[in-house]
């Protein structure tokens, strides 16, 4: 099997329209689908945040029902030589950076939460992995 990336990932959350208001005004991410009450899909560079409702998404039959509880985390990347900007960015909007990690590779990423209490994570695209 030759997987080039991981296409798109899921959060679950409750509150959809609080959640639509963090990722698509504060964060910039144009939505691709939104149905109130089920989901909202977002545009991430070249992959896509998926956001659903949990209590709509477990009783699915197509796809399979999915769904998770609590504090759940993912990361965007953005280019090595943004980093520092974007991590500026986002203190000037206001959202408290949570942690920031100094890896074994030298590079770093930093942490904050979206408003249904996700851990997010921004990363450089070099030096947090090994190639």
Partial sequence: MNILKIKETCLYVQ???QVRSFYE???GLPVISYLPGRHLFFKAGSSVLLIFNPDDSSTKHNPPPH???GKQHFAFEVPRDEYEN???EIQQ???RI???VKWPLGGESFYFEDPAGNVLEIVPDKNIWPD
């Fill in 15 to 17: 509150n959809l329209e």
């Fill in 25 to 27: 005004h504060t964060l």
């Fill in 67 to 69: 769904y998770a509880h």
């Fill in 86 to 88: 974007v991590k500026t």
């Fill in 93 to 95: 909007k206001g959202i």
């Fill in 98 to 100: 949570t942690d920031v």
